[in-house]
């Protein structure tokens, strides 16, 4: 079980880790966006110099600020030490990493905002 914190918004962030191609585990902190629907989303520059592969031509997807375009990648987030390699979103321009809410298929969230307590495992 990971904790995690709410910012100033309530928005809930988690420290997870992206696996780099080369093995490195680059901690980020990650938002958890319950409007998002796939496992990642991350700006399409770092997943590059993550070194993950794009593995299909870029794709038109509908976002809360409208269609945007978004190129696909395989990457791996580590969680408590386990690894899962998941479908990510690499798009233009975003400011934060992005946890979407297939995640809350295979961990538990439990958020507590009266004591300020937040946990995903």
Not at 31 to 44: E, M, P, R, V
Not at 46 to 56: E, P, R, T, Y
Not at 82 to 110: I, S
């Amino acid at each position: 079980m990971i904790q995690g914190e709410f910012n100033s918004r309530g928005e809930l962030f988690f420290e997870v880790g992206l696996l780099s191609a080369d093995e490195e585990i680059i901690l980020v902190m990650a938002l958890l966006d319950t409007g998002f629907t796939g496992w990642l989303a991350i700006d399409s520059q770092d997943a590059d110099s993550l070194g993950w592969v794009c593995d299909s031509e870029p794709q038109d997807m509908q976002t809360a600020q409208g269609e945007a375009r978004f190129n696909l990648y395989e990457g791996t987030v580590v969680i408590e030490g386990e690894e899962f390699t998941v479908e990510v979103l690499g798009g233009n321009e975003l400011v934060n990493v992005l946890l979407g809410v297939l995640w809350l298929r295979t961990k538990r969230l439990v958020v507590d905002f009266s004591r300020g307590m937040l946990t995903l495992g």
